[in-house]
């Protein structure tokens, strides 16, 4: 099992940047493709960013690319998502997910295995 722990959210103004992290503990973590989902209230929870394994595959959702990036660092087994330039609209709470495989990183929830207990972000506008 992996356990999933998110920090960095908060409340930033329209245009701002925050760094969200996802510290993982248990199996190796390096096995493992990373996603961060969103979920604003009322609505499904939806596809962010994910990363491969080894960080050589790189998918965004279309709403957050060239503002938001993820990367991962394993010797710390540690995901981030960067977010530069954050509108009102990418309010919601951010989930990090972990699906043991070295193929390519899945943008659909339901092959996520683990998740982390959410973090709040809030954009001002």
């Known amino acids: 099992q992996v356990q999933l722990v998110e920090s960095g959210g908060g409340l930033v103004q329209a245009g701002g940047s925050l760094r969200l992290s996802c510290a993982a503990s248990?199996?190796?973590?390096?096995?493992?493709?990373t996603a961060w989902f969103r979920q604003a209230p009322g609505k499904e929870r939806e596809f962010v960013a994910a990363?491969?394994?080894?960080?050589?595959?790189?998918n965004y959702a279309d709403s957050v690319k060239g503002r938001f990036t993820i990367s991962r660092d394993n010797a710390k087994n540690t995901a981030y998502l960067q977010m530069n330039s954050l509108k009102a609209e990418d309010t919601a709470v951010y989930y990090c997910?972990?699906?043991?495989?070295?193929?390519?990183?899945?943008?659909?929830?339901?092959?996520?295995?683990?998740w982390g207990q959410g973090t709040q972000v809030t954009v001002s506008s």
């Open positions: 997910a972990a699906d043991y495989g070295l193929g390519s990183p899945s943008d659909r929830r339901y092959d996520y295995d683990y």
């Open positions: 248990g199996r190796t973590f390096s096995s493992y493709a």
């Open positions: 990363i491969s394994w080894n960080g050589g595959v790189r």
